[in-house]
Every structure is written in structure tokens, then in C-alpha cells.
Nanobody, 122 residues
Framework: QVQLVESGGGLVQPGGSLRLSCAASGIIFSIDTMGWYRQAPGKQRELVASITSGGSRNYADSVKGRFTISRDYAKNTVYLQMSSVKPEDTAVYYC?????????WGTGYDYWGQGTQVTVSS
């Protein structure tokens, strides 16, 4: 069984910075894409940023230029550096891992973290 454990959420003032981390643990041979989603109260979960095994990055338009996703492939960890945060960035942030394989030819499964709250407020 694979687990994703997020950390780094909290309260931050508008214009401030925060870094989220998500570590995948368990028997892991490879992970295709890792990413961050968020869900604000009363809204649907939305993609914030993702990064593939090859290093390709994808960002939501609302965070381009402010957030940076990175990945430590050896540690199976993904990070989200949040800068110039805005009140509308307030949400529960979820880590996602796509096509996680325990062996080279095994079936890939998707996993979600438990979520971490980010609140942007003065």
C-alpha cells in the first residue's frame, strides 16, 4: 500500500509564501505524474500544478508565475512553492500521484493524500 503524506499547510498573509511537501511511501518502483489539487468550500476540486516523470510541468492559469512545482525523484516527494499568495488561494490542498507501480511491469494505481489546509488571510 502506498501512502501520500502532505505537510506545510497553515495560515499565511496575503503576499506571503508557503511551501507544501508531499512524500510517497511504500513499495514504489516508479511514479508517473505527481501533482497538487485544491478544493475551496463550495467549489470543485481543481488542478493547481503537476509534474511528470520526465519533468514536464503544468500549471493552472490562476497560479502561473506565483507557484512552482518541483520533485525529488529519489525521495518520491513533490513540493509546491507558493509565493505572492492571495485570499483566493485559500483551500484544502491535496497531493496526487498517478500510475504508481510497485514493480517495473506492475499495474499502476492512483493515490491521494489526506489534504492540508492553506488559509490566506491578514
Amino acid at each position: 500500500q502506498v501512502q501520500l503524506v502532505e505537510s506545510g499547510g497553515g495560515l499565511v498573509q496575503p503576499g506571503g509564501s508557503l511551501r507544501l511537501s508531499c512524500a510517497a511511501s511504500g513499495i514504489i518502483f516508479s511514479i508517473d505524474t505527481m501533482g497538487w489539487y485544491r478544493q475551496a468550500p463550495g467549489k470543485q476540486r481543481e488542478l493547481v500544478a503537476s509534474i511528470t516523470s520526465g519533468g514536464s510541468r503544468n500549471y493552472a492559469d490562476s497560479v502561473k508565475g506565483r507557484f512552482t512545482i518541483s520533485r525529488d525523484y529519489a525521495k518520491n516527494t513533490v513540493y509546491l512553492q507558493m509565493s505572492s499568495v492571495k485570499p483566493e488561494d485559500t483551500a484544502v490542498y491535496y497531493c496526487n500521484a498517478v500510475r504508481v507501480r510497485s514493480t517495473r511491469w506492475g499495474t499502476g494505481y492512483d493515490y491521494w493524500g489526506q489534504g492540508t489546509q492553506v488559509t490566506v488571510s491578514s
